[in-house]
């Protein structure tokens, strides 16, 4: 079973390394044109940053907090971006589930600009406070050859920073789950009443790490939960995209996790109890 489970594990993070060195190479190759699209008006910013945070990964999710931060994009973006993007999982579901992980990437982009046009209606509506842009600091242009990608970016970023983590959260879930399967009722074992797992799946999607929401793709993937969990956990979780707002205002964290949670339950319940 441990050989299994780690076969598996190694097809799944070869294909995320792949992944992500690409989104890497995109990322620092159309940044510019990316922000001056972005910052040009509200539903820009909503629109755009909802597509961003569709990409898998996180970077896009960073690279909008810090617009964010510079008070250059506002909280729908900010809210936008959040729904939208499910962090290194997604990297995951497109090696596990690859035409339901297309399926929910398209859904939280649509998804991600409707919450995001709400939820900058309602911060102007509420007269929403947040904490005071950073100045805007000019950094050197990044050296972009081939060199410095390779060493910075695949090997320090993709290979040092996030495969050995991805490596371990992917191979013990599968291994806890394969063990669970073959000596235990798994499906007896989850609650009855699905809409607790539904509930536990967003409250489990507060925590700012991509790991801990692999249960809910593996038990998807194992026909054990329906759609509407997984997508729960998917609008909810952010991966690591609210770590640099974090730093940044404990309250703009606060008030884009309560809202995300909240929309993101309440698509889920409305899914579940149509039978989704």
Same mark, same amino acid.
């Given at each position: 079973m441990i050989q299994e489970v780690f076969f598996e594990t190694t097809k799944i993070i070869a294909i995320v390394?792949?992944?992500?060195?690409?989104?890497?190479?995109?990322e620092i190759n159309f940044r510019d044109k990316i922000q001056r699209y972005l910052t040009a008006k509200s539903s820009n910013q909503i629109v755009g940053s909802s597509l961003l945070g569709a990409?898998?990964?996180?970077?896009?999710?960073?690279?909008?907090?810090?617009?964010?931060?510079?008070? @250059?994009?506002?909280?729908?973006?900010? *809210?936008?971006? &959040? @729904?939208s993007t499910a962090g290194d999982? *997604?990297?995951? &579901? @497109?090696?596990?589930?690859?035409?339901? *992980?297309?399926?929910i990437f398209f859904i939280c982009f649509v998804l991600g600009i409707v919450g995001g046009f709400l939820a900058e209606k309602i911060a102007k509506k509420i007269k929403?406070?947040?904490?005071?842009?950073?100045?805007?600091?000019?950094?050197p242009g990044e050296e972009k050859g081939g060199r410095h990608f390779l060493i910075e970016h695949v090997y320090k970023h993709v290979i040092k920073k996030h495969i050995p983590k991805l490596f371990l959260w992917i191979f013990f879930t599968l291994l806890a789950i394969e063990f669970l399967m073959q000596n235990f009722d798994l499906a007896a074992m989850l609650p009855e009443n699905m809409l607790l797992v539904l509930i536990l799946a967003a409250l489990v999607g507060i925590i700012p790490e991509s790991g801990p929401h692999l249960i809910f793709l593996v038990?998807?993937?194992?026909g054990l939960i329906p759609f509407s969990v997984l997508l729960t956990s998917s609008l909810v979780q952010d991966g690591h995209g609210l770590?640099?707002?974090l730093s940044y205002s404990l309250r703009d964290t606060i008030h884009v996790k309560l809202f995300n949670v909240a929309f993101g339950l309440s698509v889920g319940i409305i899914l579940f109890l149509i039978g989704v």
């Amino acid at each position: 079973m441990i050989q299994e489970v780690f076969f598996e594990t190694t097809k799944i993070i070869a294909i995320v390394a792949v992944l992500m060195v690409l989104i890497d190479w995109i990322e620092i190759n159309f940044r510019d044109k990316i922000q001056r699209y972005l910052t040009a008006k509200s539903s820009n910013q909503i629109v755009g940053s909802s597509l961003l945070g569709a990409i898998p990964g996180c970077i896009d999710a960073f690279f909008i907090v810090s617009l964010y931060s510079h008070g @250059l994009v506002g909280f729908g973006a900010l *809210a936008a971006v &959040m @729904l939208s993007t499910a962090g290194d999982e *997604a990297f995951i &579901m @497109l090696a596990m589930i690859p035409e339901t *992980a297309l399926l929910i990437f398209f859904i939280c982009f649509v998804l991600g600009i409707v919450g995001g046009f709400l939820a900058e209606k309602i911060a102007k509506k509420i007269k929403l406070k947040r904490a005071k842009p950073c100045p805007i600091e000019i950094h050197p242009g990044e050296e972009k050859g081939g060199r410095h990608f390779l060493i910075e970016h695949v090997y320090k970023h993709v290979i040092k920073k996030h495969i050995p983590k991805l490596f371990l959260w992917i191979f013990f879930t599968l291994l806890a789950i394969e063990f669970l399967m073959q000596n235990f009722d798994l499906a007896a074992m989850l609650p009855e009443n699905m809409l607790l797992v539904l509930i536990l799946a967003a409250l489990v999607g507060i925590i700012p790490e991509s790991g801990p929401h692999l249960i809910f793709l593996v038990l998807f993937a194992e026909g054990l939960i329906p759609f509407s969990v997984l997508l729960t956990s998917s609008l909810v979780q952010d991966g690591h995209g609210l770590l640099p707002l974090l730093s940044y205002s404990l309250r703009d964290t606060i008030h884009v996790k309560l809202f995300n949670v909240a929309f993101g339950l309440s698509v889920g319940i409305i899914l579940f109890l149509i039978g989704v």
